[in-house]
């Protein structure tokens, strides 16, 4: 069975952040040990149940990924066996499959986002203004309509509880610089093309997805954090995609869904989900890593 962890404990490590889902260690020689907890969190608050065995999928998906795409964008990912990081005492079976030594980098401050398709806040926004991130898009789109080419659209890097806003390419320039921004934009559509067709061999629309990065001592940038997962993408299974609906989903969109049918402002504390939804999200998360990655969890 998959293990459960809502939140990691290891004595004697540095925890330096615990965010919506990873919590982060200080290792020495400038290393970090990451580790992918079951929480979940959707309108940028984490939910108060867990999906068991979300952590070790998003984890093994990123993995893959990370592995898949090296040679286009350099990633965090050092491959030291956990035996070698953990504190004594401490129970690998627990953290082999959810956690991952990496390089420490300096994060980019930006949420780097390619879409595909429109849907989610940026099919809002469309409606609104008929632009996303300063991006004037076709008149008459529908809801999941493929765009006429992959954007960039990136957000703000929201803190725990706090709303991520989509923001222009010129308000990334402002806040990193004109090189650096324009190397986040084109890694990351570089990434999303190369994996959108990928998947789409697979049967799976990638309608979108965010990515994080970081920079070394050198300014060599790194893709960082996750990468390509149910939670940081929308996975459409091809097969009964149609446009002017929301498509049904191997994310958590599911969860999202459902909690758009509740009276619930979005803020903190956020709901219980019922254990129906949890066991479908992690069905739904399983059969992504399945037919991704060719890979089955127990």
Same mark, same amino acid.
């Given at each position: 069975m998959p293990t &459960?962890?809502? !939140?990691?404990?290891?004595?004697?490590l540095e925890l330096i952040h615990r965010g919506k889902v990873r919590d982060v260690y200080a290792l020495s020689d400038n290393r970090l040990l990451i580790v992918a907890s079951d929480r979940l969190s959707a309108f940028d608050v984490v939910l108060p149940d867990p999906i068991p065995g979300k952590g070790e999928m998003l984890t093994q998906m990123s993995n893959y990924w990370f592995g898949k795409t090296a040679h286009l964008v350099p990633n965090h990912l050092l491959h030291t066996p956990l035996s070698d990081v953990l504190p004594a005492g401490t129970d690998l079976k627990q953290y082999e499959k959810r956690a991952v030594v990496t390089r420490r980098l300096k994060p980019v401050p930006v949420e780097a986002i390619a879409r595909g398709y429109i849907i989610g806040s940026g099919w809002k926004d469309y409606q609104a203004t008929g632009s996303l991130c300063g991006i004037k898009l076709p008149a008459g789109l529908r809801q999941a309509e493929q765009l006429p080419e992959p954007i960039f659209t990136p957000s703000t890097k929201a803190a725990v509880g706090d709303h991520d806003e989509n923001v222009s390419f010129d308000a990334v320039v402002a806040a990193v610089g004109p090189d650096l921004a324009e190397q986040v934009r084109e890694a990351t559509l570089t990434i999303y093309k190369w994996a959108a067709a990928y998947a789409a061999e697979r049967g799976?629309?990638?309608?979108? &997805?965010?990515?994080?990065?970081? &920079?070394?001592?050198?300014?060599?940038?790194?893709?960082?954090?996750?990468?390509? &997962?149910?939670?940081?993408?929308?996975?459409?299974?091809?097969?009964?995609? !149609?446009?002017?609906?929301?498509?049904?989903?191997?994310?958590? !969109?599911?969860?999202r869904d459902y909690l758009e049918t509740l009276d619930w402002n979005k803020q903190a504390p956020g709901p219980h989900v019922p254990g129906d939804v949890i066991a479908a999200t992690t069905a739904k998360y399983a059969e992504a890593l399945q037919r991704l990655a060719g890979i089955t969890l127990d």
């Open positions: &459960t962890l809502l !939140q990691s404990n290891l004595p004697g799976i629309i990638i309608a979108d &997805t965010k990515l994080e990065f970081g &920079t070394d001592e050198n300014g060599t940038l790194y893709v960082m954090d996750e990468m390509l &997962t149910p939670d940081s993408s929308r996975f459409w299974p091809a097969d009964s995609y !149609q446009v002017g609906i929301s498509p049904p989903s191997y994310d958590k !969109q599911f969860v």
